[in-house]
T-cell receptor, first 111, second 115 residues
């Protein structure tokens, strides 16, 4: 069963913040976040493992709540380059397990 | 920085024809994957490959599909008799076995158009 992402779409003005959520009904081993621009391949952003970790990458950070099986991606002080579709991919085990992707969140950052 | 490469970038074929999509995974990676994305939809898992055999496949990956690692660098996806609904972007990905984090890196994709 695929993870559920919310919201489906969001429009921001440059400098605003956004949160994208990814929920699963299954116990997850890891959550992988990707950003995809139109016509391009998904680009890896970060991975979170079970254990409830949180990590950051400049102005993009993420958390994983193991009790809720929910991950959140935080985009702060958004830039035009943040525009794209954000997908979470979930894995039930490690060691080369497949990723099951959510339906994506379309993010558009405007001036 | 090492990256996954795929050829061709765009393939147009007639329904019923065979196509082979090629990928060169990152050199020290041991797990390989094929995903596909129908226009405007989410990325879907097709198959994973490890130690020269399929480790998992989805219901999409039926008898018309096959994968092969013909040499030490290439990883191929073959569709024996293409259908209209096979039109999609096909992504190859690879990951390290030893890394606990199992990050999957995607190639640029092959856009397959079946007429």
């Amino acid at each position: 069963q695929q993870p559920v992402q919310s919201p489906q779409a969001v429009i921001l003005r440059e400098g605003e913040d956004a949160v994208i959520n990814c929920s699963s009904s299954k116990a997850l081993y890891s959550v992988h976040w990707y950003r995809q621009k139109h016509g391009e391949a998904p680009v890896f952003l970060m991975i979170l493992l079970k254990g409830g970790e949180q990590k950051g990458h400049e102005k993009i950070s993420a958390s994983f709540n193991e009790k809720k099986q929910q991950s959140s991606l935080y985009l702060t002080a958004s830039q035009l380059s943040y525009s794209g579709t954000y997908f979470c991919g979930t894995a039930l085990t490690g060691g080369g397990n497949k990723l099951t992707f959510g339906t994506g969140t379309q993010l558009k950052v405007e001036l | 920085e090492p990256e996954v490469t795929q050829t061709p970038s765009h393939q147009v074929t007639q329904m019923g024809q065979e196509v082979i999509l090629r990928c060169v995974p990152i050199s020290n990676h041991l797990y390989f994957y094929w995903y596909r994305q129908i226009l405007g939809q989410k990325v879907e898992f097709l198959v994973s490959f490890y130690n020269n055999e399929i480790s998992e496949k989805s219901e999409i990956f039926d008898d018309q599909f096959s994968v092969e690692r013909p040499d030490g660098s290439n990883f191929t996806l073959k569709i024996r008799s293409t259908k209209l609904e096979d039109s999609a972007m096909y992504f190859c990905a690879s990951s390290e076995e030893q890394s606990r984090r199992d990050t999957q890196y995607f190639g640029p994709g092959t856009r397959l158009t079946v007429l």
